[in-house]
T-cell receptor
Framework: DAGITQSPRHKVTETGTPVTLRCHQT?????MYWYRQDPGHGLRLIHY???????DKGEVSDGYSVSRSKTEDFLLTLESATSSQTSVYFC?????????????FGDGTRLSIL | SQQGEEDPQALSIQEGENATMNCSYK?????LQWYRQNSGRGLVHLIL?????REKHSGRLRVTLDTSKKSSSLLITASRAADTASYFC?????????????FGKGTLLTVNP
């Protein structure tokens, strides 16, 4: 299995609080991705990174920010969490971008915002 | 917006039977991938097929791609209870950013013992 660790695995927090999710990889892959998974919507891309300090928006980026200060870590921040951001968040990595190689996924963070 | 759409949304079969899932997409693609997701876990890559390929095999898996119909199918032969999972197709658009995959909503496969 690819070395991807997401933390925390579960989190419950209140509306309006800041939340940071961490994705850590040991594969030295260039590309990292944050997705959210919701019933009826499947997997949707939030933000992705194509190198240290190189990030871009995905399909559902509003309300989220990311940072990548080193190859192995990709952080997802909800500046002021809302109930609509209750979801399961997945981090993925790949050596090459797009569909050229498989993406490898972490086991997700289940986030509940009350 | 969703590029790939899997069909059916849910499929229930008996162990030993074959399972076929379909994926349709809207725009031209470079590649198409299939993933499996067990309950409570992340997605696991199964197979990648490029736009110039028509069929690929991996163990009990067979994937076909018809670019003229903008569709792909995943066949699992001689299914097992352990194949119970959700299956997703993902596409890389030929005209868009080459960094991203777009995932469908998935097919939930239940294999009954």
């Amino acid at each position: 299995d690819a070395g991807i660790t997401q933390s925390p695995r579960h989190k419950v927090t209140e509306t309006g609080t800041p939340v940071t999710l961490r994705c850590h990889q040991t594969e030295n892959h260039r590309y990292m991705y944050w997705y959210r998974q919701d019933p009826g919507h499947g997997l949707r891309l939030i933000h992705y990174s194509y190198g240290v300090k190189d990030t871009d928006k995905g399909e559902v980026s509003d309300g989220y920010s990311v940072s990548r200060s080193k190859t192995e870590d990709f952080l997802l921040t909800l500046e002021s969490a809302t109930s609509s951001q209750t979801s399961v968040y997945f981090c993925a990595i790949s050596a090459l971008g797009g569909g050229n190689q498989p993406q490898h996924f972490g086991d997700g963070t289940r986030l509940s915002i009350l | 917006s969703q590029q790939g759409e899997e069909d059916p949304q849910a499929l229930s079969i008996q162990e030993g039977e074959n399972a076929t899932m379909n994926c349709s997409y809207k725009t031209s693609i470079n590649n198409l991938q299939w993933y499996r997701q067990n309950s409570g876990r992340g997605l696991v890559h199964l197979i990648l097929i490029r736009s110039n390929e028509r069929e690929k095999h991996s163990g009990r898996l067979r994937v076909t791609l018809d670019t003229s119909k903008k569709s792909s199918s995943l066949l699992i032969t001689a299914s097992r209870a352990a194949d119970t999972a959700s299956y997703f197709c993902a596409t890389e658009d030929s005209g868009g950013s080459n960094y991203k995959l777009t995932f469908g909503k998935g097919t939930l496969l239940t294999v009954n013992p």
